[in-house]
């Protein structure tokens, strides 16, 4: 079971509070982006094993901030209607 709160039954979040993090959000997906984008090139390089697994551990760990970052502005979005 979820610990996650339901869409329709989330509180309402005061809306300039929702506004602020609706933009940092915004702001860490740029990030993200960019974390992401590094992680690509590095993995078009012939890196040795070690290397290899550092590289592999960023792209992961990118890829989960930028789902967690999803749900966020989901939950945001959701609280804004």
Do not use: V
Not at 26 to 35: A, G, M, P, Q, V
Not at 39 to 46: D, F, G, I, T, V
Request: glycine fraction near 2%.
């Amino acid at each position: 079971m979820s610990a996650q709160p339901k869409m329709d039954t989330a509180p309402k979040i005061p809306a300039e509070i929702n506004a602020r993090l609706r933009n940092l959000a915004h702001d860490l997906s740029n990030s993200i982006e960019t974390i992401m984008q590094a992680s690509y090139l590095l993995e078009q390089m012939k890196l040795d094993e070690s290397a290899r697994k550092w590289s592999e551990l960023i792209d992961k760990a990118g890829r989960d901030c930028a789902r967690i970052n999803r749900e966020i502005r989901d939950i945001l979005r959701a609280s804004a209607s």
